[in-house]
T-cell receptor, first 111, second 113 residues
Framework: GESVGLHLPTLSVQEGDNSIINCAYS??????FIWYKQESGKGPQFIID?????DKRQGQRVTVLLNKTVKHLSLQIAATQPGDSAVYFC??????????FGKGTRLHILP | DGGITQSPKYLFRKEGQNVTLSCEQN?????MYWYRQDPGQGLRLIYY???????QKGDIAEGYSVSREKKESFPLTVTSAQKNPTAFYLC????????????FGSGTQLSVL
């Protein structure tokens, strides 16, 4: 079946550096993509989203890039802080709103 | 304060027993979702409901059942047919106009005795 996946299970980044988390998706019908952050023992929280008619969207310290040609999504976090330590999931939403998540990337911040 | 509440936080199931996980939201959200999360894994969709009295199977619906009799409630029953129920269960809700912006509860950890 079609699914959303991530390239790296764990990413270690020096505090203050930028983080880039990648995601590949396979459902060409998906027209909406979302990034979530999950801290230990909690439910995921919405970070940022992007529609398929866009290729970039910026938020506060975060940027999402969408490359529909290669079905790739990335989340960039600027000036990574200790509070950014978490598992990050990408998700895709096709028109029927069957929202599917990837396996996640754990972001580890080095002091 | 508006939010989505899951209960209980921890639940234990005996062999052959059905258990029901509660999910209630007072956000006036239209759709509700149930996901299962295994350690080191992503979220897998069990069931979702876009309107009252209607729901659709997700990718791993076997061994689970749901109901949506009220807009604010979407309980999940883990039946005895689910042979490996130990997992972290997450409920979420969303406004139809806010596509993809799921609000999650704090989860229920289900374990088998």
């Amino acid at each position: 079946g079609e699914s959303v996946g991530l390239h790296l299970p764990t990413l270690s980044v020096q505090e203050g550096d930028n983080s880039i988390i990648n995601c590949a998706y396979s459902n060409s019908a998906s027209d909406y993509f979302i990034w979530y952050k999950q801290e230990s023992g909690k439910g995921p929280q919405f970070i940022i989203d992007i529609r398929s008619n866009m290729d970039k969207r910026q938020g506060q310290r975060v940027t999402v890039l969408l490359n529909k040609t290669v079905k790739h999504l990335s989340l960039q976090i600027a000036a990574t802080q200790p509070g950014d330590s978490a598992v990050y999931f990408c998700a895709e939403a096709p028109p029927d709103d069957k929202i599917i998540f990837g396996k996640g990337t754990r972001l580890h911040i080095l002091p | 304060d508006g939010g989505i509440t899951q209960s209980p936080k921890y639940l234990f199931r005996k062999e052959g027993q059905n258990v029901t996980l509660s999910c209630e939201q007072n956000l006036n959200h239209d759709a509700m979702y149930w996901y299962r999360q295994d350690p080191g894994q992503g979220l897998r969709l069990i069931y979702y409901s876009q309107i009252v009295n209607d729901f659709q199977k997700g990718d791993i619906a076997e061994g689970y059942s749901v109901s949506r009799e009220k807009k604010e409630s979407f309980p999940l029953t883990v039946t005895s047919a689910q042979k490996n129920p130990t997992a972290f269960y997450l409920c979420a809700s969303i406004l139809h106009s806010d596509r993809g912006k799921l609000f999650f509860g704090s989860g229920t950890q289900l374990s088998v005795l």
